[in-house]
């Protein structure tokens, strides 16, 4: 009995060190974005319109899930993932027509460290129709073409 009293006693310092060590050093990285601009290509998708989710993950054991899935997979199983892991990830929604473009700051997104961001398109084609996008710095570009999309950042001066 006096040894299960011990282990007891062992974990509380073990989960205060752990505590304290997320507060110094917390996990996930800081987003480096100045905006997000988002542009639709006038024949894009068959030119319709095209939903875009960018997806913010903060567990870490969500992040190889969420970027398995391919684009069509995350449409169909968003409101099931949301209502599952409602703490673990924020998802920001558009759905803009060929030939649109949107500016989104960086404030938009928040100041929260995350373990990935992932964009998803729900274009016609087949296809994967995501980009993971946390790496890029500076004005990050989501560029939307007829079949797919590209992101990339450019760096001002």
Not at 78 to 99: C, F, H, I, M, R
Not at 125 to 133: F, L, M, N, P
Request: glycine letters at 6%; aromatic letters at 12%; hydrophobic letters at 45%.
């Amino acid at each position: 009995m006096q040894l299960i009293i011990a282990c007891s006693a062992i974990d509380i310092p073990i989960k205060a060190f752990d505590v304290a060590k997320e507060f110094v050093f917390p996990s996930g990285e800081k987003l480096k974005w100045e905006q997000v601009t988002i542009g639709i290509g006038r024949e894009a998708n068959k030119n319709s319109p095209i939903a875009v989710d960018i997806v913010l993950i903060f567990n870490e054991d969500l992040v190889k899930k969420v970027s398995e899935l391919t684009s069509a997979d995350w449409f169909k199983s968003k409101n099931y993932v949301l209502k599952t892991y409602p703490q673990d990830l924020t998802v920001n929604s558009w759905e803009l027509a060929p030939g649109d473009s949107l500016q989104i700051p960086s404030s938009f997104f928040g100041k929260e460290r995350v373990f990935s961001v992932i964009a998803f398109a729900d274009y016609f084609s087949e296809g994967e129709h995501r980009v993971r996008i946390d790496h890029l710095k500076g004005g990050v570009i989501l560029e939307f073409n007829v079949d797919d999309f590209s992101a990339f950042s450019i760096k001002r001066k």
